[in-house]
């Protein structure tokens, strides 16, 4: 089986500061891990993908992400936070086994003037 | 630009209808999938297709049933509505190749009354 965790529900963060949305997951093989964002009463929106290769992933709006395969993490990272970042934030994991996307609970980010 | 569609962003049906929710994809893509997103519970697979007429459970399918007649299509039906089906419901559609994300429309909130 396919499993992933946020482990915080909401990270709050003033604006200009770095933030850090957490995930882990679990996998039997080699995972194919996704960064969402969901602005309200809005679909999700991709920000990035890990499939292979360097750990630090490059993607949308000047978000990254470091998979750590060692502590089985992907979280997701900006050096400077923006008051238009804030919305929800889903990671979701794929592997070999499945045809399907498995999501975490989603982290609702809320960044401060 | 990549597009799936959903027929409605607003629907409200009383308990017992039989509703339809549509989904149309125009990027060529193999599997499509129905999720529901409740507050505090993420994303749930509800179906998903990876060809015309093949159809696979997800994590909860019961209430809910699905077609897909054409490969750009994919509707999911509930048959007798009832109150505990309102939800927002994502559809969802990616290539058949395991490192890719999934790309999705922009919501349904359905509401039952």
């Known amino acids: 089986a396919q499993s992933v965790a946020q482990p915080e529900d909401q990270v709050n963060v003033a604006e200009g500061n770095p933030l850090t949305v957490k995930c882990t997951y679990s996998v039997s093989g080699n995972p194919y891990l996704f960064w969402y964002v969901q602005y309200p009463n809005r679909g999700l929106q991709f920000l990035l993908k890990?499939?292979?290769?360097?750990?630090l992933v490059k993607g949308s709006y000047g978000f990254e992400a470091e998979f750590n395969k060692s502590q089985t993490s992907f979280h997701l990272k900006k050096p400077s936070a923006l008051v238009s970042d804030s919305a929800l934030y889903f990671c979701a994991v794929r592997d070999g086994g499945y045809s399907t996307l498995t999501f975490g609970k989603g982290t609702m980010l809320l960044v401060s003037p | 630009d990549v597009k799936v569609t959903q027929s409605s962003r607003y629907l409200v049906k009383r308990t017992g209808e039989k509703v339809f929710l549509e989904c149309v994809q125009d990027m060529d893509h193999e599997n499509m999938f129905w999720y529901r997103q409740d507050p505090g519970l993420g994303l749930r697979l509800i179906y998903f297709s990876y060809d015309v007429k093949m159809k696979e459970k997800g994590d909860i399918p019961e209430g809910y049933s699905v077609s897909r007649e054409k490969k750009e299509r994919f509707s999911l039906i509930l048959e007798s509505a009832s109150t505990n089906q309102t939800s927002m419901y994502l559809c969802a559609s990616s290539l058949a190749q395991l490192n890719t994300g999934a790309f999705f429309g922009q919501g349904t909130r359905l509401t039952v009354v």
């Open positions: 890990y499939i292979t290769g360097d750990n």
